[in-house]
């Protein structure tokens, strides 16, 4: 028993080893040329544009449903004043980074994962390799490089369609103007709110396409390392991203003592 503790702890540590001497490499690939514009920009529009409609779909309802409970509580203490700034708050600090980053992995990580293993266990990445083709760079690192640029960008989408759901909920039971809401809704937010939890997605993106790359290139086994891969892929980037969001926020109160 301790026998195989101690070998499932060394096979722990030798992963998380592997995982980050490839994120090392890719940070250090992205920086050296040849630079893979097309790619990425086609990665973006994979990881960006084509996750838009999901993205926007759940802030719209996640808006609706935080307002209904947000105004659920403060109707106690008579303060339905406060509903669009604390909605607003709630959204922008957290809830809409870190509802983002998982479902972006979800559908990202799982995408990512199982295209690089099924290209992995048919042989493709070695043949790109055969061209001269750096297989690497060409499909990891434009890869994670996509995921950063493409997390704050659906941040963005999320907070603003989750702003508008609450709107859409709160003008349903209170008939309140749009003008007002809004006014209400950003009366206490600052850029020093928007840009810091809005950046750290950035991490998150690094995390989801660092991790879905990785065990991509690591597949074995054929169609049900494949499909093993997928799983994984989610399952470990969103594990980590809760992990780091906490470190994360810690870090920002830190650097930003007035949003605290």
């Not at 026998?3 to 090392?24: C, K, M, P, S, V």
Request: glycine fraction near 8%.
């Amino acid at each position: 028993m301790t026998e195989r503790l101690g070998a499932a702890i060394i096979a722990l540590l030798a992963w998380i080893g592997d995982l980050t001497l490839f994120a090392l490499r890719a940070l250090r690939e992205a920086f050296l040329p040849p630079y893979e514009f097309r790619e990425i920009a086609r990665q973006v529009f994979e990881i960006g544009w084509k996750s838009a409609p999901l993205i926007a779909a759940a802030g719209l309802a996640i808006g609706v449903v935080l307002s209904m409970h947000t105004r659920a509580s403060l109707e106690r203490f008579g303060a339905e004043a406060m509903i669009p700034a604390g909605l607003a708050m709630a959204l922008i600090r957290e809830t809409g980074p870190l509802v983002t980053a998982l479902l972006v992995a979800g559908r990202v990580g799982a995408g990512i994962g199982a295209e690089l293993g099924a290209m992995k266990v048919t042989e493709q990445i070695d043949a790109l390799e055969a061209v001269a083709v750096d297989s690497f760079k060409f499909l990891a690192v434009t890869r994670i490089i996509a995921c950063v640029i493409a997390m704050p960008m659906l941040t963005t989408i999320t907070d603003f369609c989750g702003i508008v759901g609450g709107f859409l909920a709160e003008t349903t039971i209170s008939g309140m103007s749009w003008t007002l809401y809004f006014s209400r809704a950003f009366s206490l937010i600052e850029f020093s709110d928007f840009i810091p939890a809005t950046l750290k997605t950035c991490v998150f993106g690094l995390i989801i396409g660092t991790i879905a790359c990785h065990l991509g290139f690591t597949t074995s086994q054929g169609t049900e390392g494949v499909g093993r891969t997928a799983t994984r892929s989610v399952v470990l980037s969103s594990m980590l991203i809760i992990v780091s969001n906490v470190v994360l926020v810690r870090l920002i109160f830190f650097l930003f003592p007035a949003n605290v």
